[in-house]
């Protein structure tokens, strides 16, 4: 049996969609890499800050942890300032999306969904 993601783990227990919980711990891995090298490069904040074009209370607030507003692209500006290049690998997922069990024909195939453009 294949596990789930963190994030769809972490949205089923919060009763949140699964798109929130995979954005939480996609934010969570980067923000914790931006911490680690930056320790390891001896950076401070307002070097971080002058490197991202951020400012430096932002900086501050992202790497104490606050995860409340903060955006992927000024997280990523961040990842960009410690001298990384993010990665991202996708994979099919096991979930059908757009269809339920309940919409399988008895050969527990999923009937074709077919919409016009006009």
């Known amino acids: 049996m294949r596990r789930r993601s963190k994030g769809v783990e972490l949205a089923s227990k919060l009763d ?3 798109a929130r919980g995979i954005e939480a711990v996609l ?5 914790a890499a931006v911490a680690r090298e930056s320790k390891a ?3 401070t904040h307002v070097e971080l800050a002058r490197r991202s074009r951020l400012p430096r209370s932002a900086v501050t607030g ?7 507003k903060v955006t992927l692209d000024r997280i990523l500006k961040l990842v960009e ?5 993010p990665e991202i690998k996708l994979k099919k997922s096991r979930v059908n999306y757009g269809t339920t069990p309940d919409d399988a024909d008895a050969s527990g195939r999923y009937p074709r ?4 453009c006009s």
């Open 27 to 31: 934010k969570a891995e980067l923000i």
């Open 62 to 68: 992202i790497l104490s942890g606050s995860l409340q």
């Open 113 to 116: 969904i077919s919409s016009a």
């Open 41 to 43: 490069q001896r950076l």
């Open 16 to 18: 949140l969609p699964a």
């Open 81 to 85: 300032a410690v001298g990384f290049v």
